[in-house]
């Protein structure tokens, strides 16, 4: 099966420019994650969708970060605008269903100059 | 609130060697998971291993295996017969009813020929 997809790969952008990142889970995989991986620490949860609900976006920066995953399927994650601090890789994952195993992406690697 | 700890920020070992990698967590709920996944340079978080928490006896997969003790809150995995490929960073995860992941800080494994 295909795996979690997500694009770009690399985005190097200006602060207080806006960027936006895109991915497309494995077919039929109803929860849907961003997490947030800051160089040297481990992925953070930045959102939680259940197809097209939200579930967790508790530690989501709500002033400048949003998501959505319109018809369940894909999700676009944006900022705008980008600080320095959001200099990270973008993690995608994907899950049949809440209790399964997590699938993830290659990520985006965001540089904010 | 969920908290995860590996303290060892990195290890070494000869090829063919065994190696353990400590993580120790901290959760006020009884149903929860452990997890511990693998990142090489690619970017791409591997699913390694899983444990459930109700499950006494302890996971393996192939050359991994965990050393899960419940009442100290300790997971610990074991990578029998190192191999180079095995060379990546490794976190270790919980998660609470099967929500999200909560990630520890990652020891950064090299496999030396």
């Known amino acids: 099966e295909a795996g979690v997809a997500q694009s770009p790969r690399y985005k190097i952008i200006e602060k207080r420019q806006s960027v936006a990142f895109w991915c497309n889970p494995i077919?039929?995989?109803?929860?849907l994650y961003w997490y947030q991986q800051i160089l040297g620490q481990g992925p953070k949860l930045l959102i939680q969708?259940?197809?097209?609900?939200?579930?967790?976006d508790s530690q989501l920066p709500k002033d400048r970060f949003s998501a959505e995953r319109l018809k369940g399927v894909d999700s676009t994650l944006k900022i705008q605008p980008a600080k320095l601090e959001d200099s990270a890789v973008y993690l995608c994952?994907?899950?049949?269903?809440?209790?399964?195993?997590?699938?993830f992406g290659d990520g985006t690697r965001l540089s904010i100059l | 609130a969920q908290t995860v700890t590996q303290s060892q920020p990195e290890m070494s070992v000869q090829e063919a060697e065994t190696v353990t990698l400590s993580c120790t967590y901290d959760?006020?709920?009884?149903?929860?998971?452990l997890f511990w996944y693998k990142q090489p340079p690619s970017r791409q978080m591997i699913l390694v291993i899983r444990?459930?928490?109700?499950?006494?006896q302890n996971a393996t997969e192939n050359r991994f295996s965990v050393n899960f003790q419940k009442a100290a809150k300790s997971f610990s995995l074991k990578i029998s017969d190192s191999q180079l490929g095995d060379t990546a960073m490794y976190f270790c995860?919980?998660?609470?009813?099967?929500?999200?992941?909560?990630f520890g800080q990652g020891t950064r494994l090299t496999i030396n020929p």
């Open positions: 994952a994907s899950s049949l269903v809440v209790a399964q195993p997590q699938h």
């Open positions: 077919s039929g995989h109803a929860t």
């Open positions: 969708f259940q197809n097209n609900g939200v579930v967790d």
């Open positions: 959760t006020s709920e009884s149903n929860y998971y």
């Open positions: 444990q459930e928490a109700y499950k006494q």
């Open positions: 995860a919980s998660s609470q009813g099967a929500q999200k992941l909560v």
